[in-house]
């Protein structure tokens, strides 16, 4: 399976049989399936949604936002518990505006999954850890 590093873009190819086994990038040596939340930015986000070949979850939030900060230790949870059959992000709509416009966010905090490349589900609201984690079943 492809799966692109959060912090240089570098993609790696993870064998299905090693995903357990904590691998990490290639090239800059982070963990590629990590088991908590990843940043992403405006430059990241579309090589990493549209080549990772692992679901990903991102949280589109904001630093002004009472609810997202509310809802942060939750996704953080869920990070732990979903890995690394599921890679949990966050996207700062403030700092990624053309992204967050792309996907029209009204309301944050917003959960979009994606699944090669593609929306597949999308949940705006705080949600805890438990119910993270059956949005994404």
């Given at each position: 399976?492809?799966?692109?590093?959060?912090?240089?873009?570098?993609?790696?190819?993870?064998?299905?049989?090693?995903?357990?086994?904590?691998?990490?990038?290639?090239?800059?040596?982070?963990?590629?399936?990590?088991?908590?939340?990843?940043?992403?930015?405006?430059?990241?986000?579309?090589?990493?949604?549209?080549?990772?070949?692992?679901?990903?979850?991102?949280?589109?939030?904001?630093?002004?936002?009472?609810?997202?900060?509310?809802?942060?230790?939750?996704?953080?949870?869920?990070?732990?518990?979903?890995?690394?059959?599921?890679?949990?992000?966050?996207?700062?709509?403030?700092?990624?505006?053309?992204?967050a416009s792309k996907f029209c966010i009204s309301g944050i905090p917003t959960?979009?999954?994606?699944?090669?490349?593609?929306?597949v589900a999308r949940q705006s609201g705080v949600l805890d850890a438990q119910?993270?984690?059956?949005?994404?079943?």
């Amino acid at each position: 399976m492809n799966v692109v590093c959060s912090k240089c873009a570098a993609l790696n190819r993870v064998p299905e049989a090693k995903r357990h086994d904590k691998p990490v990038c290639g090239k800059c040596k982070t963990p590629l399936l990590p088991n908590r939340p990843v940043e992403l930015s405006e430059a990241t986000f579309a090589k990493f949604i549209g080549r990772t070949e692992v679901p990903v979850l991102v949280d589109f939030w904001a630093s002004w936002c009472g609810p997202c900060r509310m809802m942060a230790p939750a996704f953080a949870e869920a990070a732990a518990t979903l890995s690394p059959q599921v890679i949990l992000a966050k996207l700062n709509t403030e700092e990624a505006p053309q992204t967050a416009s792309k996907f029209c966010i009204s309301g944050i905090p917003t959960l979009i999954l994606f699944q090669h490349g593609v929306e597949v589900a999308r949940q705006s609201g705080v949600l805890d850890a438990q119910q993270i984690a059956q949005f994404v079943s």
